[in-house]
């Protein structure tokens, strides 16, 4: 008997070291992708984030303590070299061994062509693609998926907890998608601007009636030219609201909004006020939502 106690312990303490074996070390590069990967590894671990608070993903600079983290990953979770150009060369110099995940092109995911910027009314399709791929809760489902797959091809020690935090957050995903849709189906041709390209992939999917860009890009200068479109185009189609992000001038605002009754806003791509965890996604998406209905009222 005494035998037999022995092995029953040992059993349990070997049942027991092997569900609390270290979860890999993930690296998700932005917020929102974080959001995703942290929801599939709840129970399990927490995945690492590059690019917090409210730093932009366009241009970002590593930082030495960065290129640790990219040493220490066995998995790099990233939205694709649309986005992330600055890893390609740390990538290839530091000779990481991580497997890396790009979201772009996981199956599922819908990709559309980038806008130029300006005004969109006669720009046609075409060009490289738009990287604000995870702005579509379609995609985020594809996106909870692929990495889900990659996790439990990583770590199939906790590949059951991976399969179901998979199952539970894509029928979130899926519940919000239809919620967020009656919220804004409102305001349908509703013409309005925002300050960078960022948001086509939740206006193609809630079916929203953005007219334009005042950059092409949040480091892009804007120009007189540039304005003078802008400012008539506000008057010819009644715009009656501008979506500001953090880093929008001031100045701007005025020149574009002086002799009309034009709204601001903000919108924000990347949750940058939002703390990082599994609920940062669906608050990015309630948040986006929220602040399109107030100022399109």
Request: hydrophobic share 45%.
């Amino acid at each position: 008997m005494p035998k037999l106690r022995e092995i029953c312990i040992a059993l349990v303490l070997l049942v027991e070291n092997a569900s609390a074996a270290a979860a890999p070390d993930v690296l998700a590069t932005i917020k929102p992708v974080h959001s995703l990967a942290a929801a599939v590894m709840q129970g399990v671990g927490q995945p690492d984030l590059l690019i917090g608070g409210a730093a932009s993903p366009h241009s970002y600079a590593l930082k030495p303590s960065d290129a640790l983290k990219i040493e220490r990953a066995a998995l790099i979770v990233e939205i694709g070299p649309d986005l992330e150009s600055y890893l390609a060369a740390p990538l290839a110099t530091l000779g990481s061994h991580a497997r890396i995940l790009v979201l772009e092109r996981a199956p599922g995911v819908r990709l559309l062509p980038a806008r130029r910027g300006g005004l969109w009314q006669d720009e046609g399709a075409g060009g490289p693609a738009d990287p604000h791929s995870w702005l579509d809760p379609e995609n985020a489902i594809a996106m909870t998926k692929v990495i889900a797959a990659a996790l439990v091809a990583l770590d199939p020690a906790h590949a059951a907890a991976y399969r179901a935090n998979e199952a539970r957050e894509t029928a979130a995903l899926a519940a919000l998608e239809q919620e967020l849709a009656a919220q804004l189906a409102p305001l349908h041709g509703r013409p309005y601007l925002v300050f960078h390209d960022a948001y086509r992939y939740f206006e193609a999917r809630y079916d929203l009636t953005p007219a334009g860009a005042v950059t092409v890009g949040p480091d892009r200068p804007v120009g007189p030219r540039r304005i003078e479109e802008l400012r008539a185009a506000i008057a010819r189609e009644h715009i009656s609201c501008l979506f500001l992000e953090a880093d929008f001038p001031p100045k701007l605002v005025d020149t574009l909004s002086e002799g009309n009754t034009l709204r601001t806003g903000e919108l924000d791509e990347v949750g940058a006020r939002l703390a990082p965890g599994p609920v940062l996604y669906p608050a990015l998406l309630r948040g986006l939502a929220h602040a399109l209905r107030q100022c399109l009222r």
